[in-house]
T-cell receptor, first 117, second 114 residues
Framework: DTGVSQNPRHKITKRGQNVTFRCDPI?????LYWYRQTLGQGPEFLTY????????KSRLLSDRFSAERPKGSFSTLEIQRTEQGDSAMYLC???????????????FGPGTRLTVL | GENVEQHPSTLSVQEGDSAVIKCTYS??????FPWYKQELGKGPQLIID?????GEKKDQRIAVTLNKTAKHFSLHITETQPEDSAVYFC?????????????FGQGTTLQVKP
């Protein structure tokens, strides 16, 4: 399977605990995105990496959230001190950006569904 | 700020009929407009997209039209089948920006009745 993969697929945690999600993008895709999707809504942008550099973060990404892409391949999203409002589907997408004039076909993974009790 | 409005929120059609979903966007610099299909428990799947230098694109039973002046674009599905039932999302982005982040609409739940 050469698509975007995410692990775990489901995570149930208690309020106040830390959680970490992993995303493996399509091989050779240099751009990686994290989105959050709540029930009945479209995905909302959280953050963007070009190779290992985190180039944009949404206002939605509070200081409890941190994302990394240490070697420009897989990425992790960590949420510290989880709150019930963090319950959502966390989606990862990747694309092959080829310069500032490139269009941006993004391919999504299956997501990680987080439930905070 | 950047915003994408999508209508209708739900759409029910008989098998074989056509379905149309409409979106409007606020950022006049947007130049790439993908459509995604999302089935229950799965991530969004890219089904068709259109760039700002064309007005229409077709792929078998699916077509997308773009009106840059009015800042709206639409998805047309002809000869609908039960397997077309899903949630559909439109999105817009500045493809030439440094990030290419997608701004999504709220989604349309399409039900195709056999």
């Amino acid at each position: 399977d050469t698509g975007v993969s995410q692990n775990p697929r489901h995570k149930i945690t208690k309020r106040g605990q830390n959680v970490t999600f992993r995303c493996d993008p399509i091989s050779e895709h240099n751009r990686l995105y994290w989105y959050r999707q709540t029930l009945g809504q479209g995905p909302e942008f959280l953050t963007y990496f070009q190779n290992e550099a985190q180039l944009e973060k949404s206002r939605l990404l509070s200081d409890r959230f941190s994302a990394e892409r240490p070697k420009g391949s897989f990425s992790t999203l960590e949420i510290q001190r989880t709150e019930q409002g963090d319950s959502a589907m966390y989606l990862c997408a990747s694309s092959l950006g080829q310069g500032v004039s490139s269009y941006n076909e993004q391919f999504f993974g299956p997501g990680t569904r987080l439930t905070v009790l | 700020g950047e915003n994408v409005e999508q209508h209708p929120s739900t759409l029910s059609v008989q098998e074989g009929d056509s379905a149309v979903i409409k979106c409007t966007y606020s950022d006049s610099a947007s130049n790439y407009f993908p459509w995604y299909k999302q089935e229950l428990g799965k991530g969004p799947q890219l089904i068709i997209d259109i760039r700002s230098n064309v007005g229409e694109k077709k792929d078998q039973r699916i077509a997308v039209t773009l009106n840059k002046t009015a800042k709206h674009f639409s998805l047309h599905i002809t000869e609908t089948q039960p397997e077309d039932s899903a949630v559909y999302f439109c999105a817009a982005t500045r493809g030439s920006s440094n990030t290419g982040k997608l701004i999504f609409g709220q989604g349309t739940t399409l039900q195709v009745k056999p």
